[in-house]
C-alpha cells in the first residue's frame, strides 16, 4: 500500500512529498519501506509541484485532490494584502513628497551658514 508523507526542513521550512510504500524484506522477515520524491508542496495551495526527470525544476503546480481554485480565506488575506501594499505606496509617496520639501529647507539653511562663515 502507498501513501504521501510530507516532510519539512527544519532549517527552510520547506515542506516536500513523498510516496512511501511498505513492503516486507525476503531476507530478514522485516518490514521495510521505500520513499520515492514527488516534490515540494506550495505553501499557499498545498499542492505538491512535482520534480522533472531530466533534474530541473517543474513550477506547475498539481493537485493530489484534482484542480481547485484557493480557498477562500486564502483569496481574503491575498486582498488585504494588496490593500496594505496599496496603502503603503500612498504613505511612502507622501513621505516622499516631505522629504523633498524637508531637503529643501536643508539646503537653504547650509547656504545660510555658508554665506554666515563667509563674513
Keep these: ?14 515542506v516536500y512529498a513523498y510516496r512511501s510504500e511498505s513492503y516486507r524484506d525476503p531476507v ?7 520513499r520515492t520524491y514527488l516534490g515540494r508542496v506550495d505553501p499557499i495551495t498545498k ?7 531530466n533534474g530541473k525544476r517543474n513550477r506547475s503546480p498539481v493537485s493530489i485532490q484534482g484542480d481547485t481554485p484557493l480557498p477562500e480565506e486564502v483569496q481574503e488575506m491575498i486582498k488585504q494584502q494588496q490593500d496594505l501594499i496599496l496603502s503603503l505606496q500612498k504613505e511612502v509617496e507622501l513621505l516622499s513628497s516631505k522629504n523633498g520639501k524637508l531637503q529643501k529647507t536643508i539646503n537653504q539653511i547650509s547656504k545660510y551658514i555658508s554665506s554666515l562663515q563667509e563674513s
Design 1 to 14: 500500500m502507498a501513501t504521501i508523507v510530507y516532510q519539512t526542513n527544519k532549517k527552510t521550512g520547506v
Design 47 to 53: 499542492r505538491i509541484i512535482p520534480k522533472e526527470e
Design 28 to 34: 530478514t522477515k522485516k518490514p521495510r519501506s521505500r
